[in-house]
């Protein structure tokens, strides 16, 4: 491997160990462990020094870190990275298996907006979290991670021959009836979907409580093109923004910073934010609350840390496909491995203003970095990201950044090997402004 494959063979290789967004978190607490970061129970008192290393869980997906600054926040404010681990795609029902003629299939429900024609014909399987009884008594139980690393379950397409206009039409499915994924032939091998789980985890049966599980392709993420510039993986969107974000954190720990920065990470933002962990819910805002507190003890020091604070809010962004030239903004379109994209939307579905645009600008042209400027076509409906209710709850000035991708939303999604550098950079830059 050459010396630019690296850091995006690094990020192929954080999503491969993330399955989930429960394993995206215990694959960012591994990172974070290894540099040094001490962890912090919501449920404890916290007692936080300047130049240190802390990072908080929320219901194991969600997750912020942070250094404190050698200066108070009230003085110097909060440098804040904001992505999600969570990725559209198929969940698992509570009482998933349908027999149907002679075969067994596993009911699931759409979890956000895949594209599901993508699920098709892919080696699935399963990971996620299950509740585990550990004792009698109402809260004698665990949270335990589940992967299943060989391919268990599969959604084949239709022959051609009995679905003629797929090439006109597009691949359909109807989410009930047509989505459940093949599991066994029963009388083959006689067990079933809970007894599966309960061996994997070692325990028995009865003590599988309840679940949380997705589908999930085993196929490793890789590297395309003819000097391999494009990589492929699923959840490029938005774990690619998570590991950008951690190294960013990670790889200047080094040089002692002023303000006090921050990566957050929610769960949830496929589906609306709208939870207790998600980002329109009231994490980011306790943490800093917390912080601020801790180190201040006033409330007048807090408002001036929020007022002296910046948010970037990380999401991928989509590229220019040059199959489908007509679908963006002519004068804006963002080409892979040209650098970062800054998204702009005049009806706040984007956090980015003039004010922090320069900001960013004045970052990559500092670091020398490419950088590169969306619009949607005015005649689009626009997609939108944390950015907007992190600035809302908090009252952060903010901006959203992204790395340009094809395919979002594909349980195959593509970027730019080249791109990945460029990111962690700006974001190094955005940390220690
Ligand atoms: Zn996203």
């Known amino acids: ?7 995006p063979q690094q990020l192929l290789d954080f999503i491969d160990n993330s399955p ?46 942070f250094v404190t600054g050698s200066k108070a926040p009230s003085e110097s404010g909060y440098r804040i990275i904001g992505a999600h681990t969570d990725s559209p795609g198929l969940r698992i029902k509570p009482n998933p298996e349908q027999k149907r003629g002679a075969y067994l299939r596993l009911g699931v429900e759409v979890y ?25 008594g109402a809260q004698a139980f665990e949270s335990r991670l589940l992967r299943i690393d060989e391919s268990i379950v599969r959604l084949p397409n239709l022959a051609i021959h009995l679905n003629r206009e797929v090439n006109q039409n597009g691949l359909m499915f109807n989410a009930q009836d047509e989505l459940p994924l093949i599991l066994s032939q029963p009388g083959l091998e006689g067990i079933n979907f809970k007894g599966l789980v309960a061996e994997r985890l070692q325990v028995d049966e009865n003590a599988v409580l309840a679940w949380e599980l997705a589908a999930y392709d085993t196929q490793p993420g890789a590297f395309f093109g003819i000097d391999q510039a494009f990589i492929a993986n699923s959840q490029l969107d938005n774990l690619a923004s998570c590991h950008a974000a951690l190294l960013a954190l990670t790889n200047t720990l080094d040089q002692a910073n002023d303000a006090t920065q921050v990566i957050a990470f929610f769960d ?18 306790d943490v800093l609350n917390r912080i601020s507190s801790t180190l201040e003890a006033s409330t007048q020091a807090h408002h001036q840390a929020i007022a002296n604070s910046y948010m970037l809010s990380a999401d991928m962004a989509h590229a220019w496909h040059p199959n489908f030239s007509n679908k963006h903004e002519p004068e804006h379109q963002p080409i892979i491995n040209n650098g970062p994209v800054i998204k702009i939307n005049t009806n706040q579905r984007y956090t980015t203003d003039a004010h922090t645009e320069a900001l ?17 076509r005015s005649d689009l409906a626009c997609g939108s990201t944390i950015g907007p209710m992190s600035a809302a709850r908090t009252g952060i000035r903010s901006l959203d950044v992204g790395n340009p991708m094809w395919a979002m939303h594909s349980i195959r999604e593509s970027a730019g090997a080249i ?12 940390l220690r402004c």
């Open 1 to 7: 491997m050459n010396q630019a494959q690296q850091l």
């Open 20 to 65: 989930s967004p429960w394993h995206a978190v215990e694959s960012t607490v591994a990172l974070l462990e290894a540099k040094g970061f001490n962890p912090l129970s919501e449920k404890e008192p916290w007692q936080l020094n300047a130049g240190e290393r802390y990072y908080t869980i929320r219901d194991q997906s969600s997750i912020i870190a």
């Open 112 to 136: 956000g907006g895949p594209i599901l024609a993508t699920f098709a014909d892919r080696d699935l399987s399963i990971a996620g979290r299950v509740s585990v009884k550990t004792d009698s």
């Open 268 to 285: 949830h933002e496929e589906v609306g934010s709208c939870s207790a962990k998600g980002a329109d819910g009231s994490f980011l805002n």
């Open 360 to 376: 960013f600008v004045s970052i990559c042209e500092e670091e020398k970095i490419p950088y590169q400027k969306f619009v949607n």
């Open 419 to 430: 791109d990945h550098g460029y990111m962690i950079r700006a974001m190094s830059g955005f």
